[in-house]
Every structure is written in C-alpha cells, then in structure tokens.
C-alpha cells in the first residue's frame, strides 16, 4: 500500500511525517510524538489550516506543503528530581524572595523595581529547571542521582504548576471565554466517549464553564462569569502536576458527572442543589492531591495523616482545600445562596467527596445496594446515597471510555502507583500490593478491578437509571474482555519464551524463528469500544 506524507509544524518549525493509511494507531501517534520531542502521556493536538482540531490517526489526510497542519504538545507531567539532586530549593528561594518583598513593603511604603525583577529571575530559573528535569523524564538526560534513593520527582516538595505557565493559562482561558462553544463540541461534551486528551488547560477550563452554563447552575443560584471563571482557575491552580491526580484527572471526572446528568436526565430526579454539589464535588475531589495514596499517607505519618488522625486524610484535604478557595470573594460561586441552600451544598460537598475514599467503597455499595428494592427520590437519605454512588461512579469511569482515551489513563496511574511503591520501599514502608512494579502488569491491575470493583458499582447505580447500561457499563465489559485477552496473549508470550529458553539451555539448540508477539497493538487494533 502507498505511503501518505503529512506536512505540519511544530513550534514554529516545518516538520513531515510519513507513514501507511493502514499503519498502527499508536505507530502514528508516536511518529508525531518524535517529531515534537514529546513524552509518552504528552498531550498532542493537530489543528487544520482553519483552526480546528483533527484527530492523529492512519486515516488523516494527507496535504501539500502550503497548507500545513499544525501541531500542539501540552506537557502532562515534566517533574524530575534534577533541582533538588542539584540542591536547588526554588520553592524556599520563592518564600525568601516573597519574605523580603514583604519587609520592603512595611519599611518603604512600596515594592521597587528590583524586587520584581529578582522574582521575574527566579522564576525564569525555575521554568530552565522545569526543562531540564522534562528532558530526565524523556530519559534524555544523564542520571545524575549516582545511588540516592530519591523518586522520578521531589515527593517532599509538591509538583506545584509555576506561577508563570498559572498565569499564561489564565490569561488564555479569559481571552476564550467569550467564544461560544459550537454545537458539536456541546453534543460530545455530553458524551461518555468524550476524548480529553484532545484539550489543552485553558480549553478544558472554557468547557468546564459551559458545564455550569448548559446546565443553567449561573442563572438558577445567580452566580456571576467572573467569579465562576477565578474560581475555575484556582481549582486548576491547585491541582498539582503528577501522572494520575491531576486537574485532567479532575475534568474527566466532572466531564463524566455531566455526561451521566444528561444522559439520565438527571434534573428530573434530583434538585438544582444536588446537581451543583455532584459538579462541583467532581471537580474539587482531589484538589493538591499528593500522588500518594492514603496508605502511605498513615504509614509514612505525614501531616496530612497526624492532622486528620489517619481518617480520609487526602478526602479531607482535597474538601479543605475546596472550601478554602471558596472562603475568598471574589471566588466563592456560593455567596448568593441562602444560609439554607449554603449548608446543603456544604454538607453535600464533604459527603461526596469523603465517599470517593476507596477505604470505604464496600460500606457505602453495600448501603446503596439494600435500598434499591424500595429506592424512593422523594426519601432524602436515598438521595444522599444516590448522589455517592454517581461520584464514585464518575471518580473511577475511565474504562467505560473508549479504549484509546482509557488506555493512557491506566499507564498514568501506573505511573504513579510505581512510584509510590518505589518510594514504600526505599523508606522501609509496607508496599501497597497493587502498585509493585514487581508484581503488576496492565491486565493484572484492570481485570480483578473491573470485575469486581468497576462492575458491581456500575450496575448498582444502573438499577436506578438503567439509561447507563448500553452506554457506560456495556463498554466497561468490553474492557474486562480486552484485559483478559491480553492476559491470555502475554501468559502465551511467557509460555514461548521458557520454552524457547529451555531448548537453548536443555539442548544447546538456538531456534532462529523470532516470537511473533505484537501483543498490545494486535488486541487494541481489535478492540472497538461502542
């Protein structure tokens, strides 16, 4: 079959691509990924010569020369131990600096152009940093840790965004959001299938606002743009830069919350009240989430574990932390309720978010599961439980996506669960079974989870509003298939090379026939998600 050529930019520069109509989805993608230098869970966006997005796949199609696409990479994790191996602190030079413009203010009435100038420094050292340590995480860096026991990132200071890239998205998402969304965003917003990899910060924060305005949540409790765009961007803000907790974690999990309220017809259900509570519970979950889990927190006796007595301590936080962005004016989108109106949403906000504590998951399925016979919306404790279950259900729905926006998403947390066991036992910490890197592959992580975590609660909250069946839990046994069709093909895999080890050791013979074992990329290639 012939070859197609792509021609397309990436900042700024002329780049070509050229590949087969029928090659690999994920060879294709990785053929752009090198050409931008871009990580394995970079985000990539291509653009069309009118500005709209196209997606990177074998059957985009091929262009001259004049008339370019171009491509965007947005960087979805670029943290590595580079500065702190080296000695730098950037956040103690951030606390001086902060310290000593405070003192100026107090002796002089004012800040000198000096002071903003040593911060401008500062933080453009801190971005040279942030470069650095993106090119030890692509391997392209020389490992400079000579035996230290430090993870991939500095675990003892938090993966905070800068204040620079803060503010370039803030200013990005204002400049935005006057642009009307067109209807065909708007249709697949409400979608399950919903691909977030596709979005940048800024544009995820623009379609996170038409939530609230799609729902008429501004005009029903009288909350104004401005404030729901600041209070937006804190939550962003305040989301910090690791592989899983983050704030695309976050806007799946609010994307999903939505996509559940429209295809039930949620409203009629449940209250303007309990709506805004699931929304924005789902988007304030895992607010400064750490990237270690509540085991470690309680082993390792951080704060947060000694603050909260070792209950909830991250569910906590992330709910302190909400109402803490709340707690300012000028983003509090609850300052127009009622006293009333306010404590049920505060109410509503600490239970669903303490629900998503996977410590309890079976108190809480169990509790659900001996109401549904006699399930009545108009009992509010039924209601309360309801809205639970809808978060967990959103919190832990990538599966029920499509398998190419799924799949990245469990290398993520992967990724971050390997690093936490890493850090377990280089500090003489019991090791969380699920995370060893040692012990689990992909399939062995999704096929007991799906099977008897995912389903169960799926098909709970499907009793209830049984719209979720073709559409959410049908795809998520899809996906238990894919998992343990792949657990089939490696275990053949295992089985060819012992025994292709075992003749070349038992009898001195070497077979010369190479393993056909495109094992992954055959099974995705198969798998369709509806």
């Given at each position: ?52 997005i ?13 008339s ?49 100038e040593?911060?401008?420094?500062v ?133 999903m ?43 390792a ?66 509790k ?85 975590v ?30 343990k ?9 295992n ?36």
């Open positions: 079959m012939a070859t197609k050529v792509i021609y397309f930019t990436v900042g700024g520069r002329p780049e070509q691509a050229e590949f087969r109509s029928d090659s690999e989805l994920e060879d294709v993608r990785e053929c752009f990924r090198a050409a931008a230098e871009a990580g394995p869970h970079d985000i990539l966006k291509l653009y069309n010569t009118k500005g709209n196209v997606n990177i796949s074998p059957k985009l199609e091929a262009n001259r020369p004049d370019r696409y171009k491509l965007q990479v947005v960087a979805a994790t670029c943290n590595g131990p580079t500065a702190s191996e080296l000695g730098f602190d950037v956040n103690s030079m951030e606390r001086r600096l902060e310290d000593l413009e405070r003192k100026i203010l107090v002796e002089s009435g004012e800040t000198p152009p000096l002071v903003f040593m911060r401008k420094k933080e453009s050292f801190r971005e040279k940093l942030e470069s650095v340590e993106h090119l030890s995480w692509l391997g392209l860096f020389k490992d400079i840790s000579s035996g230290t026991s430090s993870p991939f990132w500095n675990k003892k200071g938090k993966a905070r965004k800068s204040l620079e890239h803060c503010k370039l998205v803030q200013d990005r998402f204002k400049k935005m959001s006057a642009v009307q969304v067109t209807e065909d965003v708007r249709f697949h917003l409400r979608k399950p299938t919903f691909d977030n990899w596709q979005w940048d910060d800024a544009e995820m924060l623009l379609l996170l606002q038409q939530m609230y305005i799609e729902l008429e949540l501004l005009t029903k409790f009288n909350i104004e743009t401005p404030v729901l765009q600041q209070f937006l961007y804190e939550v962003y803000r305040h989301y910090n830069q690791i592989p899983f907790h983050n704030f695309n974690h976050a806007f799946c999990v609010t994307q919350m939505y996509g559940i309220i429209w295809l039930c017809e949620v409203w009629e259900k449940l209250s303007d009240v309990e709506i805004l509570v699931m929304l924005t519970s789902a988007l304030c979950h895992d607010l400064d989430h750490p990237g270690y889990n509540n085991a470690y927190q309680v082993n006796r951080t704060e947060l574990a000694l603050r909260y007595n070792d209950i909830s301590p991250l569910e906590n936080h992330h709910c302190a932390v909400a109402f803490e962005i709340l707690e300012k004016p000028e983003c509090n989108i609850f300052r127009n309720l009622s006293v009333e109106n306010f404590k049920k949403v505060r109410e509503g906000m600490i239970r669903c978010i303490l629900a998503t504590d996977m410590a309890r998951h079976n108190e809480i399925l169990g659900f599961k001996a109401l549904i016979p006699e399930f009545d919306f108009s009992n509010k404790e039924h209601r309360e439980q309801l809205m639970m279950i809808l978060m967990k259900v959103s919190d832990i729905s990538n599966e029920a996506r499509p398998m190419d926006v799924a799949e990245p998403w469990l290398d993520c947390l992967l990724k971050e669960f390997f690093n936490q066991s890493d850090v377990e036992k280089l500090e003489g910490l019991p090791v969380t079974p699920f995370m060893d890197r040692e012990k689990v592959t992909k399939p062995s992580s999704q096929t007991g989870f799906i099977q008897f995912l389903l169960p609660l799926f098909e709970a909250a499907a009793c209830i509003f049984p719209e979720m069946q073709p559409h959410i839990i049908q795809p998520v046994r899809d996906a238990l298939q894919y998992y069709d792949m657990q089939v093909a490696l275990e053949d895999q089985k060819k090379k012992d025994h292709n080890e075992g003749e070349r050791n038992g009898d001195g013979v070497t077979s010369r026939s190479p393993l056909e074992t495109e094992v992954v990329v055959g099974l995705a290639n198969g798998h369709k998600s509806p």
